[in-house]
């Protein structure tokens, strides 16, 4: 992608909707009768496009910082989430960066 003139790569990803919060993976899982090998994107992307249907917006997430495994984006106040409904720190906000903010579109 080029955005303002520098050159960005993305990564994309579907994003589901539960309980108030977009979960997508942050990984790539590669199986197969033997093994499965998980590798995080650190080094091949720069930006995560994570596409929800429920919401139907596409959030640009920087791939640095981000835990491998999967991710949470809060797209409901905090204060409407129950405690129960959430077992790890919740993102209400992407962090500003020099390449983009959540929500993209």
């Known amino acids: 992608m080029d955005i303002d003139g520098e050159f960005v790569r993305a990564q994309c990803k ?4 539960r309980r108030g919060v977009i979960l997508f993976n942050t990984q790539s ?3 197969n009768m033997n093994r499965t ?4 994107y650190t080094d091949e992307a720069d930006l995560f496009l994570v596409y929800c249907a429920d ?3 596409i959030y640009a997430v920087p791939v640095d910082g981000v835990a491998s ?6 797209v409901t106040p905090p204060s409407t989430i129950r405690p129960e409904a959430s077992t790890g720190p919740v993102i209400t906000s992407c962090p500003d960066s020099s390449i983009g903010r959540a929500p993209l579109l």
């Not at 579907?14 to 909707?17: P, V």
């Not at 090998?37 to 995080?40: E, I, L, S, T």
């Not at 495994?69 to 809060?74: P, T």
């Open 14 to 17: 579907t994003g589901r909707l």
């Open 29 to 31: 899982v590669q199986s």
């Open 37 to 40: 090998v998980a590798r995080d």
């Open 55 to 57: 919401t139907e917006r």
């Open 69 to 74: 495994g999967y991710m949470r984006l809060g």
